[in-house]
């Protein structure tokens, strides 16, 4: 049976708050709260990606990355190295096989899971690019299929209600 | 070798994909060294010397070192990895690419009838050689081994008495083609010799009074002994296919008398890696 408009889009407010109790927290009243426009540039920044030149110092094994949301790396050797990286806190040395040795010139990429680490260890001062692509979290995708979910069944029930006048 | 060092790591640091050692020469046993690998090695265009020998930390060999030699005709491409945190066995020093002439270089080389008495006896001076080298951090996508050719001018010459001889000593170290022009604008007549030193060890004593070692050089004529009067010109021409392989150009210049001054013997000289 078709649902009337206005009850629909209370549904839609009401479940989003509801499914988000952080978003919840935070709406805006009349008095109080961050603008919502000011909210989604906030949003956007934490998945926005980061682009920098790391460069590593021969010795003990370095943290290189602390994951706090999925993230894709890509790191780029830009000298000759050797460099090699890995999610295991000992990689020394270099060329033991417990992380990857990076090729000059030749991107790696790895996918990192929420909370993980990478390292890194190298055999000489070296210049390695690193792209960090932050990957919405499941929470965050959930969300907007929600979103589409609701407007699919709102638009399917406009046409029901056009198709009965 | 000179000081400071370059530093290879600032070449990485400054965002360079190389790094260049281009030094003058300081005297026999010159070595120099790099905390960075590299994806190839070649001369450099300015380099004088023409064989360089490159040592670097190898886990494969029993000693932990291995060596390669670059030359105009032959770069090195791979990746050779600097190991500044591991140690070499035995020196117990920092496994660092260590690069050094092959070439001799020996600044107390003196020609074979060079008169060695002091006050009076000849006088010599070196063009002192160029070591140049360059580390690729990337690979290159074609190197050219070949150096640069080299032009060198001259206005005087030096003399400490009357008829004693002037040498000159110019890097020749496997170059293919030279060209020799001088002119004499001094007021007397002047007699030029070219000859090609190519520098040994030598165990004899000394040969002379004040020789400070024996002439240890194998020496080859390029041009026997002319006299060149007052206002003329001459010129030679130098093939290694037909005139052999030298260390130095080594040439001579006995005046009649003392000149009265030492500016306007003009002396132009070409080297290059082609066979012109």
Redesign the interface.
């Known amino acids: 049976m078709a649902m009337k408009p206005g009850n629909l889009i209370s549904r839609i407010a009401s479940e989003l708050t509801a499914k988000n109790k952080e978003q919840s927290r935070s709406t805006p009243t009349a008095n109080s709260g961050a603008p919502a426009a000011a909210r989604r540039v906030e949003s956007v920044k934490q998945l926005q990606a980061d682009a920098y030149d790391y460069?590593t110092v021969?010795?003990p094994t370095a943290l290189l990355y602390s994951a706090e949301r999925y993230a894709m790396v890509t790191l780029t050797l830009?000298?000759?190295?050797?460099v090699a990286v890995g999610t295991r806190a000992n990689l020394t040395?270099v060329?033991s096989g417990k992380g990857v040795r990076l090729v000059?010139?030749e991107p790696f990429v790895i996918k990192l899971d929420q909370g993980t680490r990478l390292y890194v260890v190298s055999?000489?001062?070296?210049?390695v690019s690193v792209v960090i692509d932050l990957i919405p979290a499941t929470s965050d995708i959930g969300l907007e299929r929600q979103v589409v979910a609701l407007l699919t069944e709102l638009n399917s029930n406009i046409k029901a209600m056009r198709s009965t006048r | 070798m000179s000081y400071p060092q370059p530093d290879s790591?600032a070449s990485?640091?400054g965002?360079q994909?190389f790094f260049r050692i281009n030094t003058m020469l300081q005297g026999p046993g010159d070595i120099y060294e790099s905390?960075?690998?590299?994806?190839a090695v070649a001369l450099g265009p300015d380099s004088d010397i023409a064989n360089v020998n490159v040592y670097y930390f190898d886990?494969l060999v029993a000693s932990r070192v291995n060596s390669l030699q670059i030359s105009p005709d032959r770069s090195f491409v791979g990746?050779?990895?600097?190991?500044?945190?591991?140690n070499y066995p035995v020196v117990n020093l920092p496994g660092r690419v260590l690069i050094a002439p092959a070439d001799q270089f020996d600044s107390s080389f003196r020609p074979a009838t060079f008169n060695f008495t002091v006050g009076v006896g000849d006088v010599i001076d070196f063009v002192t050689p160029v070591l140049d080298v360059i580390q690729y951090?990337?690979?290159p996508p074609s190197l050219i081994p070949q150096r640069s050719d080299k032009e060198y001018e001259f206005e005087s010459i030096q003399q400490s008495a009357a008829l004693c001889t002037y040498w000159l000593v110019v890097p020749a170290y496997g170059r293919k083609y030279a060209s020799f022009n001088f002119r004499n604008n001094l007021n007397q007549s002047v007699s030029i010799g070219i000859t090609g030193a190519k520098l040994g060890v030598s165990n004899l004593p000394a040969a002379a009074a004040g020789d400070a070692r024996p002439s240890s050089a194998v020496q080859g004529v390029i041009k026997a002994v002319t006299a060149v009067a007052v206002n003329a010109q001459l010129s030679s021409v130098y093939l290694a296919s037909t005139m052999g392989s030298w260390d130095y150009f080594v040439i001579s210049y006995t005046p009649a008398l003392l000149p009265t001054s030492n500016f306007g013997l003009a002396t132009h000289i070409t080297v290059s890696d082609d066979a012109l």
Not at chain 2, 35 to 39: A, T, V
């Open positions: 460069f021969p010795g830009r000298t000759p190295g050797p040395p060329n000059t010139d055999g000489a001062v070296s210049r | 790591n990485v640091l965002g994909n905390d960075q690998g590299s994806l886990e990746l050779l990895a600097a190991h500044p945190t591991e951090f990337s690979q």
